[in-house]
Structure formats: C-alpha cells, structure tokens
C-alpha cells in the first residue's frame, strides 16, 4: 500500500515541476474532462486524498475552497500542509486494518459498503486516473507527459 501512495507522491511532485514551465494562464484554462482545469485537478487529487483518510479515521473533513489555490505554489502549499496527516496514516498502515468496515457517516450507520483497504486503493486509482488526463493535456500543450512508470522509481529494492 504505501509504495503505491509513495508512487503518487513522486509522480506528483515531477507533475509539479512539469508545471513551473506552464503559463499560469494554460494552468487555470478550462479543460475538457477533470475537475476544470490542471491546477483545479491538483488541488482536488490532494483533498480527496487528504478528505477519504481523515473519514476513514473518523476525523472532521473540512473544506477547502480551490478559489484560495489559483497558482502553482498555493497548490503545493495546500499539499505541504495536508500530506504529514496522510503520511502518517498511510505508514501506520497494517494488514488488520485492510478489512475493516468502512461505514459511510451520512449513509445509514448499519449499512457497510466497502472496506478500508478498498477505500485506501480506491485513493490511489483516483489520482492515477487524474495523472492520465494530465498526460492528455500534456500533449495538447505540445508537451510531453510525465512518465506514468512505476519501476526505477525505487520504490521497492531487491533483495541482494
């Protein structure tokens, strides 16, 4: 699990820098698919990240307004500030947690749906998602996209 959120982090962070070399005005251009537009879906990859495991943890999820976050470096600041909350929970992952029952607080409270492990995969798929409209829009920008691999990221080593 945590691999794959360390994963999105380092995808993350290279989108980022992909973006320094973007107008402001291409960033906030609206787009066909996403959320808006490419700043907008940074934003919203880090609060529903952010917002699914604070719920899972039974925490408030506050909201934030995007309007707030309208350049490269807000957004980056705006994940500066939530990913110690999600990185904690994330490295305190063990395999006892992968079935429990995810009990959604404004659905009937006798209702189960899913489990935690699915939610936390469900986090991950999100952004991989949102990553593959960024490739797209990439392109329209003439622009190549950020590599989607996951291996020599050195994520997982081998054993000698």
Known sequence: MESFFRYNWIVREQWFQW????????LLRPRTGGVGNILQTFFHIIDVEWSWLQVL????????????????????????????????????????????????????STVVKESWGEVMRHVIAHEIHHMGQLSVWSRELDKKPVSANFIGKGLITPDN
């Open 57 to 108: 943890q039974g925490k408030p999820d506050g909201m934030e307004n995007f309007e707030d976050y309208k350049t490269l470096e807000a957004v980056r600041q705006f994940e500066r500030k939530l990913r110690p909350d999600v990185e904690t929970f994330v490295l305190s992952w063990d395999p006892s947690m992968e079935k429990r029952p995810y009990i959604d607080p404004e659905l009937d």
């Open 19 to 26: 973006c320094e070399d973007v107008p402001l005005e291409e």
